[in-house]
C-alpha cells in the first residue's frame, strides 16, 4: 500500500490571464488531498472516492482506460475520468501495465476553485509511483497530471497542477520555470465558500471566445492583469498589505470585467472590504466557487464573522510549503 497527499490552492492573482500567457501568483494551502494506492488481482484501474458528503463514487477501467463499469451518475465518470488517466499516464512514463486499485479521501471541495481535480490528480500518480516502487519523482508527477487537467479542460495553465507538485507560492507563467516567492509574514489570506460549483472548463472557454471577440476591448485587461500581478510580488514581499490589498481589488474588477463574478460573490468580497480587509476577489475560474479576503491579525475575527453569515464556509488558509509527498 502506499499513500500521497497533495495541497490545494489559492490563486491569488492572475486567474484566467495566466492561460493566455501573463504571469499570476498561487500558493498551496492546507487542504489536502489524500489518496492510496493498492495492487489489484484484477487487470483493471479501479477508482474509489468519498465525497465531502460521503457518498462513495467508484469508476473500473480496462488497463487501456475502456470504462467497464461505474456507480451512480455520469457526473461519477466526469470526476474519476482524469484520475484514471492521471494514473495511466503515471505507468506509461514508468513502463508498467499492472492492475491497481486507488482509494482518494479529499477534504477539498470539488469545483470550487481550489484546484481540488489537479491536487487529487497529482496525489494520485505519486501514490502510484510509490505502490510501484519508484522514488517520487516529481516532474513525472507533473506530467503525468497535466494529461488529467487535459481531460478537465481543454486548455489548463499548469497553475494548478505545479502548486500541488511542489507547493509554497510561486510566480507562474505558462511554459517557464515557476519563481519561488518568499511569502509575508504578516498576510492572512481569509477564503469563502459561495457554496456554488462552478465548471471550470466550460468558463475558461468562454473567457477564451470573449477575448476572441472583443480583441480591442480585453487585450487591455490582460496586459493590465499582467502588470498588477508581477507589483503584487514586491508589495507582498514588502509586506505592504495596503497597496497589495488595492491591487487585489483591481483583480477583482479586472475578473468581472471578464463576466467572472457573480452577486454572491459580490456580496462576499463587499461584505470583507467593509469590515477591514486589505483587499477582497475571487479566485479560481469564478462565476460561484470561492474568493479570499487579504487581511492581518487585527482585522482576521471581525472579518470572519461577517464571511461566516453569509458563507458556506469560511476558512483561515494556511500557506504551506511542501508541495506532493509519499508515505
Ligand atoms: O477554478 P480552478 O481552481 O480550477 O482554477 C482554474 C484557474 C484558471 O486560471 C481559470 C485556469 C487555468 O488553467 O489556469
Known amino acids: ?75 461519477t465518470k466526469k470526476t ?25 479521501n479529499s477534504k477539498i471541495p470539488p469545483s470550487a476553485g481550489l484546484g481540488s481535480s489537479a491536487a487529487v490528480a497529482v496525489a494520485a500518480s505519486a501514490a502510484t509511483m510509490k505502490l510501484l516502487g519508484f522514488e517520487l519523482n516529481k516532474e513525472t508527477v ?26 509554497g507560492m510561486i510566480l507562474y507563467k505558462k511554459g517557464e520555470k515557476p519563481v519561488i516567492l518568499k511569502r509575508s509574514e504578516k498576510a492572512i489570506f481569509l477564503i469563502a465558500y459561495t457554496g456554488k460549483r462552478m465548471p471550470t472548463g466550460k468558463i475558461v472557454e468562454e473567457v477564451l471566445n470573449l477575448k476572441k471577440s ?12 499582467g502588470a498588477l500581478t508581477k507589483k503584487l510580488v514586491d508589495y507582498l514581499k514588502n509586506e505592504d498589505l495596503v497597496n497589495a490589498g488595492k491591487l487585489l481589488n483591481i483583480n477583482h474588477e479586472l475578473l468581472s470585467a471578464l463576466g467572472l463574478s457573480t452577486f454572491k460573490i459580490d456580496l462576499l468580497v463587499n461584505i470583507a472590504r467593509k469590515k477591514g480587509a486589505y483587499g477582497a476577489k475571487l479566485t479560481g475560474a469564478g462565476k460561484g466557487g470561492v474568493m479570499f479576503a487579504l487581511v492581518d491579525k487585527d482585522s482576521l475575527e471581525r472579518v470572519k464573522e461577517a464571511l461566516t453569515k453569509r458563507a458556506k464556509f469560511v476558512y483561515e488558509a494556511k500557506i504551506v510549503d511542501e508541495g506532493v509527498k509519499v508515505f
Do not use: C, Q
Open 142 to 167: 507533473w506530467k503525468a497530471a497535466f494529461e488529467a487537467e487535459r481531460i478537465v479542460h481543454k486548455n489548463p495553465s499548469g497553475i494548478d497542477i505545479t502548486i500541488s507538485t511542489y507547493g
Open 1 to 75: 500500500m502506499a499513500r500521497a497527499l497533495a495541497p490545494s490552492k489559492i490563486i491569488i492573482a492572475g486567474e484566467h490571464f495566466v492561460v493566455e500567457g501573463e504571469p499570476a501568483i498561487a500558493s498551496a494551502i492546507d487542504l489536502f488531498a489524500d489518496v492510496t494506492a493498492e495492487e489489484s488481482y484484477e487487470n483493471a484501474i479501479r477508482i474509489e472516492s468519498v465525497d465531502l458528503d460521503n457518498r462513495k463514487h467508484v469508476i473500473k477501467s480496462t488497463l487501456n482506460e475502456r470504462i467497464i463499469d461505474y456507480t451512480g451518475k455520469e457526473k
Open 214 to 225: 472583443f480583441p480591442e476591448i480585453i487585450n487591455p485587461l490582460y496586459i493590465s492583469a
Open 80 to 104: 474519476l475520468r482524469p484520475i484514471l488517466r492521471a494514473v495511466r499516464k503515471t505507468m506509461d512514463f514508468l513502463n508498467v501495465n499492472t492492475g491497481i486499485d486507488i482509494y482518494i
